[in-house]
């Protein structure tokens, strides 16, 4: 706790990337739709449903983390509450922000399989970057699972996996885009 109000400004400037990021979500969540709904619109609005559910929980717990910060930085809160009170409030609120991290992990795999399922069905993009996408989020999803049953860093172990996904399919559709149907 000390740390964070000591970086306040990096704490500050990562949660507010973080922010912009779920706001990307949203955005990259209503493109998907609109490009998948022609192949199938009930898989399409589902898909759009989990990756909207995990930018609105990510968003609350980018909200959690400024309101922990706001609470540390006040130094009358430890007078008030009394120090014991004040360090069991702040790391439950520090907690927060990881414990809806494996929750995010589940609804953006769940979403993410969808996703990449209907390219798999539509031709958009090659048949093995889309086995490639259901396969590599199916494992952020096993291991956001294994953490919610047993705790751990399982999620971040199988889900770490899916930046090098993330980066080739990224360079395929801005180099080589879509293909028509």
């Known amino acids: 706790l000390k740390n964070i109000v000591a970086n306040e400004i990096i704490f500050r400037i990562d949660n507010t990337i973080t922010l912009l990021m779920f706001v990307a979500v949203i955005i990259l969540a209503l493109a998907l739709y609109k490009i998948l709904k022609p192949v199938n619109k009930q898989l399409a609005l589902i898909a759009l449903f989990w990756r909207f559910a995990e930018a609105l929980i990510g968003i609350v717990a980018v909200l959690v983390n400024f309101i922990l910060l706001s609470f540390i930085s006040n130094e009358h809160n430890i007078e008030r509450m009394g ?3 004040f360090y069991a409030l702040a790391e439950l609120l520090l907690g ?3 414990d809806t991290t494996i929750i995010i ?3 953006l795999g769940i979403g993410s399989i969808i996703v990449f399922y209907l390219f798999l ?3 958009f993009i090659p048949k093995a970057l889309a086995i490639g996408g259901i396969i590599s989020y199916s494992l952020v999803t096993i291991g956001a699972f294994i953490s919610l049953i047993f705790g751990g860093e399982a999620y971040m172990i199988l889900g770490s996996q899916t930046i090098l996904f993330e980066l080739v399919i ?3 559709l801005l180099f080589k885009g879509l293909k028509d149907q």
Do not use: A, M
Request: glycine letters at 6%; hydrophobic letters at 40%.
């Open 121 to 123: 069905k539509s031709k």
């Open 170 to 172: 990224g360079c395929w």
């Open 96 to 98: 927060v922000y990881w």
């Open 105 to 107: 992990f589940v609804l």
């Open 83 to 85: 120090e014991d009170s």
